[in-house]
């Protein structure tokens, strides 16, 4: 029996949407996910030319296109592979066993005696009927997928791995990123944006910037401003200027940043019972609590955020590094008062993200810009300090947990409280102003408070705050923020960063309440065979058990990325001097079955590293008026000098489904250090990051 369609086709069910065949044999894959540094497409064009039995070569993979690809709605929740990956697998094997009919048309053979060998259909003595391309006059590929007359079989999976497609190009330095896109008559914007969050402008002197060199048009609507130049440095020079002469209001009043959880704790707030057992059964038990926290992140991104677009004839093209071109388009199109068709978002690779960056501001910036000036290209570029002082940040957030266990290291009850703000920002989320420009229009003091993904994609805030382990009793209750003086969106992995922090941290409190090994005391509360292997596994790697140098440590932890996706665990080894360094971190995952090998150990060596530099370093910074980290030196991310040896192993699980790497390890790996980190001190240190300020206040709290 033929499988059910992935979620991907039932929405765009058209094999013609996704696969053309070109008169040169080449294939052209569309898909609905884009490229963010993550490998996506190389995975697809793997998935694709194994499905048709064509080299890699032959079948190019193209930049995702509201008017023409499929929409597959966001690149983001580690699903890309498990989603557009089935699409893509079912396609093009349907697409094949079409031009398998044809070719037993055209040799008067029944299907069932077409072989295919290389991209060529031969009859059973092996003779050639002909290729893709000389078969393309006999088939037609605007058929809807799913019909029942074909006996689809997937091809077999492969071990073989596709070298990225998109790096040739990254590492000559040829153009490929949006920054280098060039258009004749091209013009470049600059963004003034206010000094402080929710300032309201009160006089620019927009007739004196307007005469400056180079200056085409000061463009003024409501609070949005911006300066339009012939070239990028004339457009800078003039904001500037602009920027330096204008007079704002004082705008809004930011939280206490040295009492920030206390202000997350009692902020006016969305109150959600996620799961509740009943009562508690403390007796016989040890009981543990502890509160966890962390501090807005920034994404970071190296390459600040930069968009293009050309208004004419009532249409809109706008080309973004977005990771969510079909939801901008539309949220464009509702601002600007544009019916949806009028409005095409084509994607280009920009700095990557993992999360809802400034991309989707710049594209909205731009596309207004646009429609002032009709029939030209407008180029707008962010610099650093616009992006740290006005991206969407990952929640600061503050959770509660109390868990006991009993004296035969039974894990007997679990409460977890949290307190933050939503993870879920992006253009379209609330009916109005959720990008920068459309709310400075309005004249908006704050953004609408950010929400949360159902319980169907996994949560935001509750990401990953239910245990994996086998407890009797579990209750978990959310406070989203229903105020958001500053922004916070999607950033990767989401609550599950924190949540898995608070989780293994407490496990590991547990263990030594317990006087059990924190390996032996997880494997005592973990049934599934899975997440037990991937932690004897890394155990084993990383000689769990042996004896560490003094001021040395050693840290554990697991998880599994929102209870239902992709095994993770990690031991991490630390050394604490007048700081912490990390060493070394060993990672044991489970994807599922792994299409590209090296594409996974990427995402997961890359995605440790990141998590490595938020629980180092990373934090927002600010006063009671704005953002004040808006350079490298006051946000720091780790230096190569900082970065920690990873060793990455993979287990492969052919015969499961594919699970997604991309955010397996931002949580196991904050814990393992976090776990390292007690074990080193003898202190348990619960604010991220692990500053010396941080551990310095967790050392005099119980002394």
């Known amino acids: 029996m033929t499988a059910p369609l992935p979620a991907s086709l039932v929405a765009n069910p058209w094999i013609s949407t996704w696969l053309t065949v070109d008169d040169d044999g080449t294939f052209a894959l569309r898909v609905g996910k884009v490229e963010l540094g993550q490998g996506i497409l190389t995975a697809l064009t793997q998935i694709a030319a194994h499905e048709l039995d064509v080299s890699p070569e032959m079948v190019s993979a193209v930049a995702a296109n509201t008017a023409a690809s499929p929409d597959e709605g966001l690149t983001a929740g580690s699903l890309s592979i498990t989603f557009s990956g089935a699409a893509v697998a079912r396609v093009c094997a349907e697409a094949r066993e079409l031009y398998r009919r044809a070719a037993a048309r055209r040799a008067g053979r029944s299907t069932g005696e077409i072989r295919l060998t290389s991209g060529v259909f031969v009859t059973p003595d092996g003779s050639r009927i002909g290729t893709y391309a000389e078969l393309s006059a006999d088939v037609d590929l605007h058929v809807k997928v799913g019909d029942p007359a074909l006996e689809i079989t997937l091809a077999p999976p492969t071990s073989k791995d596709l070298a990225r497609v998109d790096l040739p190009a990254k590492v000559l330095g040829r153009p490929r990123f949006i920054h280098d896109l060039d258009f004749p008559g091209m013009v470049h914007a600059r963004v003034v944006h206010p000094p402080r969050i929710g300032a309201h402008l009160e006089s620019a002197a927009l007739k004196d ?14 609070d949005f401003v911006a300066v339009v130049a012939r070239r990028e440095g004339q457009a800078s020079r003039a904001a500037e200027k602009l920027a330096a002469t204008a007079t704002w209001s004082a705008g809004i009043e930011l939280p206490d940043a040295e009492d920030l959880p206390r202000w997350l704790q009692t902020t006016q707030a969305d109150t959600r019972t996620i799961r509740c057992d009943g009562a508690r059964h403390d007796e016989g ?20 955020s930069c968009a293009l677009a050309h208004f004419e004839g009532g249409r809109l093209q706008v080309w973004s590094h977005s990771q969510g071109v079909f939801s901008l388009g539309r949220a464009i199109a509702a601002a600007l008062g544009l019916d949806p068709d009028a409005v095409v978002v084509q994607h280009v690779e920009g700095p990557g993200s993992y999360g809802h960056n400034a991309a989707d501001d710049v594209a909205m910036d731009a596309a207004l810009l646009a429609t002032k000036i009709p029939g030209t290209h407008v180029r707008v570029q962010w610099s650093r300090a616009d992006e740290f002082a006005w991206e969407p940040f990952g929640p600061a957030m503050v959770g509660e947990v109390r868990a006991s266990v009993d004296d035969g290291g039974t894990i007997t009850d679990w409460s977890y409280e949290l307190w933050t703000n939503g993870h879920t920002g992006r253009p379209g989320y609330a009916p109005a102003n959720t990008m920068l420009a459309e709310a ?25 705050a239910e ?11 959310v ?58 596994t890394v155990a084993d790697i990383a000689g769990w058990g042996a004896v560490v140098p003094d001021g040395h440590g050693r840290g554990i932890a697991f998880c599994r990325y929102k209870n239902r996706g992709s095994y993770c665990a990690v031991v991490a080894d630390v050394q604490a001097t007048d700081r912490l360094n990390v060493s070394r971190l060993t990672i044991v995952a489970d994807v599922g079955r792994v299409v590209n090998t090296d594409g996974v150990r990427n995402q997961l060596e890359g995605g440790a590293i990141q998590a490595a530099s938020w629980s180092l370093l990373e934090q927002v910074r600010f006063d009671r008026h704005s953002v004040t980290s808006t350079d490298w030196e006051s946000y720091p991310i780790v230096r190569f000098t900082q970065v920690p040896a990873v060793d ?40 991220l990051p ?12 119980v002394s």
Do not use: C, K, W
Not at 285 to 304: C, D, K, M
Not at 494 to 512: K, P, Q, R
């Open 209 to 222: 910037i307007s005469t400056m060199p180079g200056v085409e048009t000061v463009v003024r609507d409501g």
């Open 285 to 304: 038990t040890v009981v543990v609590e502890g509160t966890f926290a962390r501090p807005f992140l920034a994404h970071a991104s190296i390459g600040p």
């Open 440 to 464: 400075r229009r309005a004249g908006a003091d704050m953004l609408p408070p950010a929400v949360d993904p159902p319980a169907e994609r996994g949560y935001g805030s509750a990401r990953n």
């Open 467 to 477: 245990p994996y382990y086998d407890v009797a009793r579990v209750d978990m209750t």
């Open 479 to 536: 406070h989203r923020l229903l105020t958001m003086p500053i922004r916070t969106s999607s950033l990767r992995s989401l609550g599950g960063h924190l949540n898995t922090f608070a989780i293994e941290s407490t496990i590991d409190e547990l263990a030594l309440a317990a006087g059990r090994d924190p390996l032996e005391l997880r494997l005592a509360n973990l049934s599934d065979p899975r997440a037990r292997e991937v932690l004897t």
């Open 648 to 687: 990455v192993h993979v287990l492969d699980r052919r015969d499961e489904p594919p699970l997604g790497a991309g955010e397996a390890t931002q949580g196991p790996v904050t814990a393992a250090i976090g776990n390292a980190l007690a074990a080193a001190l003898g202190v348990r240190v619960y604010a």
């Open 690 to 701: 692990f500053t010396p300020a941080n551990i310095v206040a967790a050392i005099d709290s």
